[in-house]
Structures are given as C-alpha cells and as structure tokens.
C-alpha cells in the first residue's frame, strides 16, 4: 500500500463519528501515526503491541498453521480494532455507543 493509500485511509477513519483514535505501530511497538495525545498513545502502542503477541503466541499453540488476523476487544466504553500485519499494526479506537 503506497503512503498516499494510508494517509487516505487514515484519514477516513479519523473521519468517522465513532471513532476516538487511529494508531499505525510499527513491529517494534513505536508509532507510526496517531491522532492520539502522546500520553495515551504511548499506553495504547505499548499495551496492544503486548496484547498482539500474546494472542498470537496462543493462536499458534493451538494451530501452528493458522495466523492472527484480526482482533476485537469490546469493553464498556470502547471497541478496539487491532489488524495486525507483518511489519505494523493498525489500531481503531471506537465508542460504538456515541451519538
């Protein structure tokens, strides 16, 4: 995907009225691109960047063969998309219940 194609894409999540944050990580953890203030993104990068290994350590102990995808992690007051990818991670912050 060429850098425009993530900057449009990005953009339009960003865009989008129940969205809250947009996270690109790269496989180190570091941020790419966010829309969040510093303090929460450094918390989000660190703590999905975690979230993602462990899910997919399990998924592989369960089927060497099979791979993470995708992600969901809803709580009471946010859904978090996690798409992870071989060289980053994209992380969607939404409030499904805002109006």
């Given at each position: 995907?060429?850098?425009?194609?993530?900057?449009?894409?990005?953009?339009?999540?960003?865009?989008?009225?129940?969205v809250?944050?947009?996270?690109?990580?790269?496989e180190?953890g570091?941020?790419i691109?966010?829309?969040?203030?510093?303090?929460?993104?450094?918390?989000?990068?660190?703590?999905?960047?975690?979230?993602?290994?462990?899910?997919t350590?399990?998924?592989?102990e369960?089927?060497?063969?099979?791979?993470?995808?995708?992600?969901?992690?809803?709580?009471?007051?946010?859904?978090?998309?996690?798409?992870?990818?071989?060289?980053y991670?994209?992380?969607?912050?939404?409030?499904p219940?805002?109006?």
């Open positions: 995907m060429s850098e425009v194609e993530v900057e449009e894409h990005f953009k339009r999540l960003t865009n989008n009225k129940y809250e944050g947009v996270l690109i990580v790269n180190d570091q941020t691109k966010s829309n969040l203030d510093p303090t929460l993104n450094k918390k989000y990068s660190d703590l999905i960047t975690k979230l993602v290994e462990q899910t350590f399990c998924v592989k369960m089927d060497e063969t099979n791979d993470l995808s995708f992600l969901r992690v809803r709580t009471k007051k946010h859904e978090i998309m996690i798409v992870p990818d071989k060289e991670l994209l992380i969607v912050i939404q409030n219940e805002k109006k």
